[in-house]
Nanobody, 124 residues
Framework: QVQLVESGGGLVQAGGSLRLSCAAS????????MGWYRQAPGKEREFVAAITARGRTTHYGDSGRGRFTISRDNVNTTVYLQMNILKPEDTAVYFC?????????????????WGQGTQVTVSS
């Protein structure tokens, strides 16, 4: 079955960096776009970034554009989110998701499977 396991979250000071990883298994990884979302307490889940199956196209939400970079390793079936210049408002649980097809969508409905999330906390 599909498994998405996030790692790399933690506590970081404002201005710092973190790299999140999502280890994927149980499906043909190279056939699907992948994405990252986040959810802060009391807020709706928010699109962060998505990447197509071969990594040729990326799409970013307003919150991370210019500071975050999504990438993937199709040999090791892992997707990454490099986060730089972190701000306290980036504090959230970050989720990895598998898209239903090879399209870097920002719509939650276009993602079929989700990981359990990893907590990112940015202190001021």
């Amino acid at each position: 079955q599909v498994q998405l396991v996030e790692s790399g979250g933690g506590l970081v000071q404002a201005g710092g960096s973190l790299r999140l990883s999502c280890a994927a298994s149980g499906f043909a990884f190279t056939n699907y776009a992948m994405g990252w979302y986040r959810q802060a307490p009391g807020k709706e889940r928010e699109f962060v970034a998505a990447i197509t199956a071969r990594g040729r196209t990326t799409h970013y939400g307003d919150s991370g554009r210019g500071r975050f970079t999504i990438s993937r390793d199709n040999v090791n079936t892992t997707v990454y989110l490099q986060m730089n210049i972190l701000k306290p408002e980036d504090t959230a649980v970050y989720f990895c998701a598998q898209a239903s097809r090879d399209f870097a969508s920002s719509r939650t409905d276009d993602f079929d499977y989700w990981g359990q999330g990893t907590q990112v906390t940015v202190s001021s």
